[in-house]
């Protein structure tokens, strides 16, 4: 049974930060590509960031700079860190695997608001 479980969401300030982890259980973590997308209120949902299993990156236009994505192959882990914040990235945060299979997470609440 495949599961991915979000957590590090909350609320925070503008220019705050938040770091997202997704925890990967059931599938063989190293050969997926891991993304982070997200999910605003009456907006589709679009890919935030993602890493390839050779850890290739890349990033919206609207988070470069600012975000960050990594993999720990060892812990089936992924990684989103968030910095300076803006009110425009509250949304649902959802992690996903993808190869050849599509998995996804339940995703995590992250607020921006002062």
């Known amino acids: 049974q495949v599961q991915l479980v979000e957590s590090g969401g909350g609320l925070v300030q503008p220019g705050g930060s938040l770091r997202l982890s997704c925890a990967a259980s059931?599938?063989?973590?190293?050969?997926?590509?891991m993304g982070w997308y997200r999910q605003a209120p009456g907006k589709q949902r679009e890919l935030v960031a993602a890493i390839t299993s050779g850890d290739s990156t890349n990033y919206a236009d609207s988070v470069k700079g600012r975000f960050t994505i990594s993999r720990d192959n060892a812990k089936n882990t992924v990684y989103l860190q968030m910095n300076n914040l803006k009110p425009e990235d509250t949304a649902v945060y959802y992690c996903n695997a993808r190869f050849f299979s599509n998995y996804w997470g339940q995703g995590t609440q992250v607020t921006v608001s002062s």
């Open positions: 059931g599938i063989s973590f190293s050969i997926y590509t």
